[in-house]
């Protein structure tokens, strides 16, 4: 419903208008002011659409009124109501953003017919913003989805340029040159302390908040310039530490990787978040992986890293040998060394436990390994370990005979059918039982192209169908394909054709699409 507020002096003018105004708009609302003051309280109460202000009124002035309003509510529209034609009223006016101005006396068909107007305005005005906090909400829900994605896909598997640098530009987020990964280890039962995760993150506008798995939520975080990586990190986790109540503390741990230059090698700092997130005994309840000891390590930092990255893909590639072997070096790096047998017992025990993370990340679930005993030399520590190795081993072989075939041609078919809907890895996991994790990487090794990709295509092959009805147009379509976002479309289309919607539709239809263009233009 439309609010009116009249402003004038003199009562009987207010009345006049009010009966004008109340015949030709029954359902409207209308409010009146006697002074300039009065009527800066009460557009505060009232929240007009619009305001009827009589110029000259004892005080202040109807001219100050509208500025002292415009202040507190700029979205109010004005008409003058004055019996002087005056050039500088009108140049202040205009100033001010008046709509028009009324003469008194003035027919009643002048009043309706400049009010009807300028109210006119303001509905469309009103459904626009509307249409806009529909489209900003559509819009909010599709990025949570597409940050969730976009960081499984980083992490796990491997995602289109096109995508990071238009959720950078959509999300707003200065620069995403630097960042690195906290790994948060939750309790049993976390769902209801992902939400709390994210909005935490979100609030500190710190970075992305992947989809959760085995316990564990991995964050993608940016770096800020005006404090140090380490200030950053321990504040952050502190802020998310938080979030548990005490009975629970224990429960949750921070592992903190090291910065990365670029998006490319994120995945990196996500596996030193993994080592850093391995000893939890430590009362701060985080750990940066600077601070721990390499697993294995010969001293030379660089080649242990590059030692620890090939032995994450072979635990992902389900290279068993290479991982038994590599498992095994340890052990006569250990023996040779003179370490503690304990201590090179605890050392593979931690090899083993990030093996069985590594896998909970493609959607295995593997019973944590334990030792049966102290190992009593180093040959009874191989024994044990290549029985632990070889249940991990089977538990891997097993579980991809029965998944892979028949959950990708669900996958595909769930995509092509709902292509046009928000669709997540985690929506997609829970329709075929599977982590988005796993998803992520079997889709990659089945179909040769990541999820993003697929989906993409799907859309763009409905968008070209679309685009062949001129009945459509680009807006109509970008919704109808999935998008929320006509730029951002446009931008996808372009960069998986070559051409922008608007250019194919020209090459389709040539004048016919010009005309059709225009009028878009016009709407």
């Given at each position: 419903m439309m609010k009116l507020l009249i402003v004038d002096d003199e009562q009987i003018e207010r009345e006049g208008l009010r009966a004008i105004l109340q015949k030709a708009f029954p359902d409207i609302l209308i409010e009146e002011a006697k002074n300039g003051s009065t009527a800066i309280a009460l557009a505060d109460e009232f929240h007009p659409d619009l305001i009827l202000m009589d110029i000259k009124m004892p005080g202040m002035s109807g001219l100050e009124a509208i500025a002292a309003i415009k202040e507190n509510q700029p979205h109010i529209k004005f008409v003058m109501v004055t019996a002087f034609d005056m050039f500088?009223?009108?140049r202040q006016a205009i100033k001010l953003g008046v709509?028009?101005?009324l003469l008194k006396p003035s027919k009643a068909t002048e009043i309706t017919t400049t009010v009807g107007r300028v109210l006119q305005e303001c509905k469309s005005e009103k459904h626009s913003l509307e249409s806009r906090k529909i489209q900003d909400a559509a819009m909010q829900k599709a990025l949570a989805l597409v940050e969730t994605d976009v960081v499984t896909q980083l992490l796990f598997d491997h995602v289109h340029e096109v995508h990071i640098n238009m959720l950078v530009e959509m999300l707003d987020i200065r620069s995403a040159?630097?960042?690195?990964i906290m790994l948060v280890i939750l309790p049993e039962e976390p769902e209801s302390y992902y939400s709390m995760?994210?909005?935490k993150v979100r609030k500190a506008h710190s970075g992305w908040v992947g989809a959760m798995y085995s316990h564990q939520i991995p964050i993608i975080v940016f770096r800020k310039q005006d404090v140090s990586f380490r200030s950053q990190a321990a504040s952050l986790a502190r802020d998310i530490l938080s979030l548990s109540n005490s009975s629970l503390s224990k429960d949750w741990f921070i592992g903190i990787g090291n910065v990365c230059d670029s998006l490319?090698?994120?995945?990196?700092?996500?596996?030193?978040?993994l080592i850093?997130?391995?000893d939890r005994t430590i009362p701060a309840r985080h750990r940066f992986y600077m601070d721990t000891p390499i697993l294995g390590g010969d001293g030379n930092r660089q080649h242990d890293k590059q030692k620890q990255k090939q032995f994450f893909d072979q635990v992902?590639?389900?290279e068993w040998g290479q991982v038994r072997q590599g498992v095994m070096e340890v052990i006569q790096s250990c023996e040779n060394d003179g370490v503690n047998l304990l201590q090179a017992q605890q050392r593979v025990l931690e090899l083993l436990w990030l093996t069985t993370r590594l896998m909970d990340e493609i959607g295995i679930e593997v019973e944590t390994p334990i030792y049966s005993a102290q190992a009593q030399d180093y040959r009874h520590l191989r024994s044990e370990t290549s029985y632990l190795l070889e249940k991990i081993r089977q538990k891997h072989a097993e579980n991809y005979e029965k998944k892979d075939t028949d959950s990708i041609l669900k996958i595909k078919h769930y995509i092509i059918e709902h292509s046009h809907e928000d669709i997540s890895l985690e929506a997609l996991g829970n329709k075929v039982g599977l982590s988005p994790i796993y998803i992520s990487k079997i889709f990659k090794e089945k179909l040769g192209v990541n999820y993003i990709d697929?989906?993409?295509e799907c859309r763009i092959e409905k968008a070209k169908k679309l685009l062949n009805d001129l009945e459509k147009s680009i807006k109509e379509i970008t919704f109808e394909v999935g998008y929320h976002e006509p730029n951002y479309f446009s931008k996808v289309f372009k960069k998986a054709t070559g051409t922008s919607p608007k250019e194919y539709r020209t090459s389709l239809f040539g004048n016919k699409a010009i005309q059709v263009r225009k009028m878009e233009k016009v709407e």
């Amino acid at each position: 419903m439309m609010k009116l507020l009249i402003v004038d002096d003199e009562q009987i003018e207010r009345e006049g208008l009010r009966a004008i105004l109340q015949k030709a708009f029954p359902d409207i609302l209308i409010e009146e002011a006697k002074n300039g003051s009065t009527a800066i309280a009460l557009a505060d109460e009232f929240h007009p659409d619009l305001i009827l202000m009589d110029i000259k009124m004892p005080g202040m002035s109807g001219l100050e009124a509208i500025a002292a309003i415009k202040e507190n509510q700029p979205h109010i529209k004005f008409v003058m109501v004055t019996a002087f034609d005056m050039f500088e009223y009108a140049r202040q006016a205009i100033k001010l953003g008046v709509k028009d101005y009324l003469l008194k006396p003035s027919k009643a068909t002048e009043i309706t017919t400049t009010v009807g107007r300028v109210l006119q305005e303001c509905k469309s005005e009103k459904h626009s913003l509307e249409s806009r906090k529909i489209q900003d909400a559509a819009m909010q829900k599709a990025l949570a989805l597409v940050e969730t994605d976009v960081v499984t896909q980083l992490l796990f598997d491997h995602v289109h340029e096109v995508h990071i640098n238009m959720l950078v530009e959509m999300l707003d987020i200065r620069s995403a040159n630097q960042s690195f990964i906290m790994l948060v280890i939750l309790p049993e039962e976390p769902e209801s302390y992902y939400s709390m995760v994210k909005e935490k993150v979100r609030k500190a506008h710190s970075g992305w908040v992947g989809a959760m798995y085995s316990h564990q939520i991995p964050i993608i975080v940016f770096r800020k310039q005006d404090v140090s990586f380490r200030s950053q990190a321990a504040s952050l986790a502190r802020d998310i530490l938080s979030l548990s109540n005490s009975s629970l503390s224990k429960d949750w741990f921070i592992g903190i990787g090291n910065v990365c230059d670029s998006l490319d090698q994120i995945r990196q700092s996500y596996q030193e978040s993994l080592i850093a997130s391995m000893d939890r005994t430590i009362p701060a309840r985080h750990r940066f992986y600077m601070d721990t000891p390499i697993l294995g390590g010969d001293g030379n930092r660089q080649h242990d890293k590059q030692k620890q990255k090939q032995f994450f893909d072979q635990v992902r590639l389900g290279e068993w040998g290479q991982v038994r072997q590599g498992v095994m070096e340890v052990i006569q790096s250990c023996e040779n060394d003179g370490v503690n047998l304990l201590q090179a017992q605890q050392r593979v025990l931690e090899l083993l436990w990030l093996t069985t993370r590594l896998m909970d990340e493609i959607g295995i679930e593997v019973e944590t390994p334990i030792y049966s005993a102290q190992a009593q030399d180093y040959r009874h520590l191989r024994s044990e370990t290549s029985y632990l190795l070889e249940k991990i081993r089977q538990k891997h072989a097993e579980n991809y005979e029965k998944k892979d075939t028949d959950s990708i041609l669900k996958i595909k078919h769930y995509i092509i059918e709902h292509s046009h809907e928000d669709i997540s890895l985690e929506a997609l996991g829970n329709k075929v039982g599977l982590s988005p994790i796993y998803i992520s990487k079997i889709f990659k090794e089945k179909l040769g192209v990541n999820y993003i990709d697929f989906l993409t295509e799907c859309r763009i092959e409905k968008a070209k169908k679309l685009l062949n009805d001129l009945e459509k147009s680009i807006k109509e379509i970008t919704f109808e394909v999935g998008y929320h976002e006509p730029n951002y479309f446009s931008k996808v289309f372009k960069k998986a054709t070559g051409t922008s919607p608007k250019e194919y539709r020209t090459s389709l239809f040539g004048n016919k699409a010009i005309q059709v263009r225009k009028m878009e233009k016009v709407e």
